[in-house]
């Protein structure tokens, strides 16, 4: 059995919660870090969400809540199935001014998908030049991580140049359950397959995001200098297949 659909509905981008909201985890104080610019610009036009941001936000001291600038998360989840495949694809343009040269964790355009129930997360990170696929279990605020045999939490990067530079690519991710597997294709080509997944994933939130990953020094946050990042995402197409 197969179904297919796309999440998308940017015009709606500004009801918080219909179909997207505001990335955001909460603090101890029981107030929200929202991965929100203040005077990021936005534009929904032929179905294609733009936002262009001057970087100004980041985080002394959680590294995750210092990462991701400006984020949407899907108001939804999307569950995984037991068996068969789950597969999200995307047509992401990455442009960016101000990064420094040949870095491309300076400033990017994201794709995540994110499981709050287990810290799973599978990605794409698109900055002008190269891009990297990424796959990790991580400490995502409020989120309890299964125990297994191998490290709890880590994050891998593969990156590569294999693609047109400042224009748009297709980007997908599909995830097997029953097979611990995940697998990354650019333009319809396998870039990286991961097998034996040490978690299994339940469920994942669609995250579209402009970004840094510049670890946090003993003075604090260093991710911001200066860049402007500007970002655009087709409609995400979403594809189970069950075995």
């Given at each position: ?24 985890f909460p603090l101890p104080d029981g ?37 991701a600038k400006h984020m949407y998360f ?48 599978l990605d794409f990170f698109v900055s ?116």
């Open positions: 059995m197969a179904k297919a659909w796309t999440v998308g509905d940017f015009d709606s981008i500004l009801e918080e919660g219909k179909v997207w909201q505001i990335g955001a107030s929200l870090w929202r991965y929100r610019e203040p005077n990021a610009v936005v534009i929904v036009r032929n179905g294609i969400l733009y936002v262009r941001a001057p970087l100004s936000r980041s985080h002394d001291t959680v590294q995750i809540l210092d990462n899907s108001a939804q989840p999307v569950e995984v199935p037991e068996a068969g495949e789950i597969s999200f694809e995307v047509d992401i343009r990455a442009r960016a001014q101000h990064t420094a040269p040949g870095d491309l964790y300076d400033g990017f355009v994201s794709l995540n998908l994110l499981d709050f129930t287990t810290g799973g997360a002008n030049d190269q891009y990297a696929s990424v796959y990790g279990v991580l400490p995502f605020p409020g989120v309890e991580v299964p125990e297994t045999e191998r490290t709890k939490y880590f994050c891998i990067f593969k990156e590569a140049r294999e693609f047109a530079p400042r224009e748009f690519n297709t980007y997908r991710i599909t995830y097997n359950r029953a097979k611990d597997e995940a697998v990354f294709y650019v333009n319809g080509t396998e870039v990286r397959r991961e097998r034996d997944v040490p978690v299994k994933f339940n469920q994942f939130r669609i995250a579209l995001g402009l970004m840094t990953e510049k670890d946090i020094t003993p003075e604090g946050s260093v991710s911001v200098h200066g860049q402007v990042i500007a970002g655009e995402w087709s409609p995400v197409r979403v594809a189970i297949t069950e075995e």
